[in-house]
């Protein structure tokens, strides 16, 4: 049995929530001073040359574990969060290469959905509702992800397009036939058109179990399916979510506690401040396969995010429940990763390679995965570290002179989606529960 997590509300923040400064990326919040913005943008700004001078190496497809796959995906998600304009040659040259491929690798479905989720969920609600498909489609039965593999489904999705004049609305520059082309506002978050088109997808066969790595993407995919219109099968939910309790890790420690504080904290008591708040709980992780393994910090940081995802997807996304806030699981990763805190390297025994310890291995894949946690569930700290301004001084003082980080591409990517911010944080969406459980358009 696990412990049961235990809350007190102590101490007071010596900064009220209005001392915090909106950051422009994922619309996350940071204390001011802390962060250098101009350097930060123009780390952020010499990474994108660097992708930017490779576009057409990014186009091009490698088989990974017998599956064809591309940088193309991540690429553009990247060159989405990093404020490149919509209408710029080198991202709309891997969207449409994207779009024409067949579906065939979970990593790269997954982003897929994201990118087109953030790019125009209405225009591509039908592309979306594919991924959705192939996704669904490439659980397994025991609730998780493998690398992936076509489905013959995915060609035959019923979709009905949404019997209105404008497929979006809500400011934008008309471009004619009807649709409108989104600028980024002034504060630098993209403005979404609401979805107005509900649709059901349904399961239709089995996939094959594999890892976490493929689980906690797919998760990454499904919420933007979700964002975007459309309604999962509520067993691939709950599977999905039993999986990930299921393979955390139970580890022999003392409770510890975690500090969490800030504007994006528990909600405030009627006539209290804002406060930071310890919650006891065991310092409980992830492997990449199941709870056979040690946990380390990639796959633990990984689940927190998921958890959180399938959380509010749970909640029918009514904006009330916030259920991740007060998940044990969730707390229990978050404890873990405060214990084994670290911005400079993967913390704990990577299974990859000999179970090196606190290692460089898939560092800045970890690095991203820390964002995601600390962007969904909603916290400025990790237990007493304050993940961004923390990471992004390592990130900015480890660039290399050409732009890239790490191994190239791939790090790169992961870099500079951390130093934006890029995850939303998960909030209150245009449409009622009732309408999603319904499928109302």
Same mark, same amino acid.
């Given at each position: 049995?696990?412990?049961?997590?235990?809350?007190?509300?102590?101490?007071?923040?010596?900064?009220?929530?209005?001392?915090?400064?909106?950051?422009?990326?994922?619309?996350?919040?940071?204390?001011?001073?802390?962060?250098?913005?101009?350097?930060?943008?123009?780390?952020?700004?010499?990474?994108?040359?660097?992708?930017?001078?490779?576009?057409?190496?990014?186009?091009?497809?490698?088989?990974?574990?017998?599956?064809?796959?591309?940088?193309?995906?991540?690429?553009?998600?990247?060159?989405?969060?990093?404020?490149?304009?919509?209408?710029?040659?080198?991202?709309?040259?891997?969207?449409?290469?994207?779009?024409?491929?067949?579906?065939?690798?979970?990593?790269?479905?997954?982003?897929?959905?994201?990118?087109?989720?953030?790019?125009?969920?209405?225009?591509?609600?039908?592309?979306?509702?594919?991924?959705?498909?192939?996704?669904?489609?490439?659980?397994?039965?025991?609730?998780?992800?493998?690398?992936?593999?076509?489905?013959?489904?995915?060609?035959?999705?019923?979709?009905?397009?949404?019997?209105?004049?404008?497929?979006?609305?809500?400011?934008?520059?008309?471009?004619?036939?009807?649709?409108?082309?989104?600028?980024?506002?002034?504060?630098?978050?993209?403005?979404?058109?609401?979805?107005?088109?509900?649709?059901?997808?349904?399961?239709?066969?089995?996939?094959?179990?594999?890892?976490?790595?493929?689980?906690?993407?797919?998760?990454?995919? @499904?919420? $933007?399916?979700?964002? +975007? !219109?459309?309604?999962?099968?509520?067993? *691939? #939910?709950?599977?999905?979510?039993?999986?990930?309790?299921?393979?955390?890790?139970?580890?022999?420690?003392?409770?510890?506690?975690?500090?969490?504080?800030?504007?994006?904290?528990?909600?405030?008591?009627?006539?209290?401040?804002?406060?930071?708040?310890?919650?006891?709980?065991?310092?409980?992780?992830?492997?990449?396969?199941?709870?056979?393994?040690?946990?380390?910090?990639?796959?633990?940081?990984?689940?927190?995010?998921?958890?959180?995802?399938?959380?509010?997807?749970?909640?029918?996304?009514?904006?009330?429940?916030?259920?991740?806030?007060?998940?044990?699981?969730?707390?229990?990763?978050?404890?873990?990763?405060?214990?084994?805190?670290?911005?400079?390297?993967?913390?704990?025994?990577?299974?990859?390679?000999?179970?090196?310890?606190?290692?460089?291995?898939?560092?800045?894949?970890? @690095?991203? $995965?820390?964002?995601? +946690? !600390?962007?969904?569930?909603?916290?400025? *700290? #990790?237990?007493?570290?304050?993940?961004?301004?923390?990471?992004?001084?390592?990130?900015?003082?480890?660039?290399?002179?050409?732009?890239?980080?790490?191994?190239?591409?791939?790090?790169?990517?992961?870099?500079?989606?951390?130093?934006?911010?890029?995850?939303?944080?998960?909030?209150?969406?245009?449409?009622?529960?009732?309408?999603?459980?319904?499928?109302?358009?």
């Amino acid at each position: 049995m696990r412990r049961t997590l235990v809350w007190t509300t102590v101490l007071s923040l010596s900064c009220a929530a209005a001392a915090f400064a909106q950051n422009v990326g994922g619309g996350g919040v940071f204390p001011p001073n802390e962060v250098d913005q101009i350097k930060v943008d123009l780390t952020i700004e010499k990474g994108v040359k660097y992708l930017k001078a490779r576009n057409a190496d990014h186009l091009k497809i490698f088989q990974f574990i017998n599956r064809p796959m591309s940088h193309c995906e991540l690429v553009a998600f990247t060159y989405v969060h990093a404020d490149v304009p919509d209408s710029d040659a080198d991202l709309k040259a891997l969207i449409d290469d994207m779009i024409q491929r067949q579906l065939a690798a979970t990593y790269c479905v997954s982003l897929q959905a994201m990118v087109l989720e953030e790019v125009e969920r209405v225009k591509y609600q039908k592309r979306i509702l594919q991924c959705a498909q192939f996704l669904v489609d490439n659980q397994s039965a025991q609730g998780w992800w493998g690398y992936g593999s076509p489905s013959i489904f995915v060609d035959d999705v019923t979709y009905d397009l949404p019997k209105r004049k404008d497929v979006a609305s809500g400011g934008g520059v008309p471009i004619g036939g009807g649709a409108r082309e989104f600028q980024l506002p002034s504060n630098g978050q993209r403005v979404k058109p609401p979805v107005k088109n509900r649709i059901k997808v349904v399961k239709k066969r089995d996939g094959e179990e594999h890892d976490n790595s493929n689980s906690q993407y797919a998760t990454l995919g @499904m919420r $933007a399916c979700h964002d +975007a !219109g459309i309604i999962l099968p509520p067993n *691939v #939910i709950d599977l999905s979510i039993k999986w990930f309790r299921d393979s955390q890790k139970k580890e022999q420690a003392q409770e510890e506690e975690l500090v969490e504080g800030g504007v994006n904290g528990p909600e405030v008591p009627k006539g209290g401040t804002v406060a930071s708040v310890r919650r006891k709980a065991m310092p409980e992780g992830w492997s990449y396969t199941g709870n056979a393994h040690p946990a380390y910090g990639s796959m633990t940081a990984g689940a927190v995010g998921s958890l959180s995802i399938w959380d509010y997807i749970k909640d029918n996304d009514d904006g009330k429940k916030r259920s991740w806030k007060t998940d044990k699981d969730i707390h229990e990763g978050l404890v873990w990763l405060a214990k084994n805190f670290s911005v400079t390297y993967n913390p704990g025994p990577y299974e990859h390679a000999n179970d090196e310890v606190n290692s460089k291995h898939q560092y800045l894949y970890y @690095m991203y $995965a820390l964002e995601r +946690a !600390g962007m969904l569930y909603g916290t400025e *700290v #990790i237990g007493a570290h304050k993940w961004y301004p923390e990471g992004a001084k390592v990130l900015i003082d480890t660039q290399k002179a050409d732009g890239s980080w790490g191994d190239g591409t791939v790090d790169t990517c992961f870099a500079i989606l951390f130093l934006k911010r890029a995850t939303r944080s998960l909030g209150v969406a245009t449409y009622t529960a009732q309408q999603m459980r319904q499928g109302q358009r």
